[in-house]
């Protein structure tokens, strides 16, 4: 019954935040015109790229019965491969977003070779500043897996519901000024939120960690795992990227917008059952 619980309480708080983002892209369309719908949505694409195949390729999928594993086997290692483990992931997401951040000029006027010039460095701009936010979803979604990993769910399924809210208060904002910008500031506000939330979790069970680069055979071993998984989440992005790249192409920065927001209504169901019964049964498998 209290795995039952866990499910439907993960389960609600999963509901309400794809409510939350739908509302916000509704409203989105609503508000703005349909290009510069486009050229925001389009500019998560680079920066969830490098989520799909550093995080959700195999962060969670695997780090999570990994830690299991050593709570219970090795609980002397526990502080130091969580500690690592943050640290790493700091460390090379600062890396690939910096260098993505320099060759993002070259490549989003590949993917939006049809757009307008003016679009097409909205994008470029809106991109290169959304990697702030990347960096700190990177980091909070480490955190979620260490939660997660010692059964306490509660921070992780509230702070995607914060996320969701504050972008979506940002769109009254961005209407009030007519400044689109402040969309982008509202997804990594919403970034903020949702790191401080795990963050505070992880304070309130009593989890401590501290800066540590140090590398060792665990560290292989979660590296390794995450390799095929880390492929398939990231031909999944690409193959959103493809989209954007044909809709740029068939229609326009207007299209661009409709498949985005297609993009996304697709995904909840995904998301929906991978944040519920997903989250907890990943908690039961040990490498």
């Not at 990993?149 to 209407?175: D, F, K, W």
Request: aromatic share 8%; charged share 15%; proline share 3%.
């Amino acid at each position: 019954m209290a795995r039952l619980r866990t499910i439907s309480g993960l389960a609600g708080a999963s509901i309400i935040a794809t409510g939350l983002g739908f509302c916000r892209d509704l409203l989105l369309t609503r508000a703005f015109d349909t290009a510069t719908v486009g050229h925001y949505l389009a500019s998560f694409q680079l920066g969830d790229l490098a989520l799909n195949f550093l995080v959700f390729g195999g962060m969670q999928t695997v780090l999570v019965p990994q830690l299991v594993r050593i709570i219970r086997t090795k609980p002397h290692l526990r502080n130091q491969f969580m500690s690592r483990v943050l640290s790493w992931t700091v460390l090379s997401f600062a890396i690939v977003l910096g260098i993505l951040a320099l060759l993002t000029p070259l490549i989003i006027p590949l993917i939006l070779k049809e757009s307008s010039e003016a679009g097409i460095e909205t994008v470029i701009r809106f991109t290169q500043l959304l990697y702030i936010q990347t960096l700190l979803l990177a980091l909070s979604l480490a955190w979620n897996a260490i939660l997660i990993a010692h059964e306490h769910y509660r921070a992780g399924a509230l702070a995607p519901i914060l996320y969701s809210a504050t972008g979506l208060l940002a769109i009254p904002l961005a209407v009030y000024y007519e400044e689109p910008l402040l969309l982008v500031g509202g997804a990594i506000v919403g970034a903020c939120v949702h790191l401080v939330t795990t963050i505070t979790g992880a304070e309130k069970v009593g989890i401590s960690v501290r800066p540590d680069l140090g590398w060792d055979d665990e560290l292989t071993t979660l590296v390794k795992a995450m390799i095929p998984r880390s492929i398939s989440q990231g031909f999944f992005q690409l193959t959103s990227l493809v989209y954007t790249a044909l809709a740029s192409r068939l229609g326009g920065d207007n299209l661009v917008g409709l498949v985005r927001i297609c993009i996304n209504l697709g995904t909840m169901p995904m998301k929906f059952i991978s944040n519920s019964f997903g989250t907890t049964a990943l908690r039961e498998q040990h490498t």
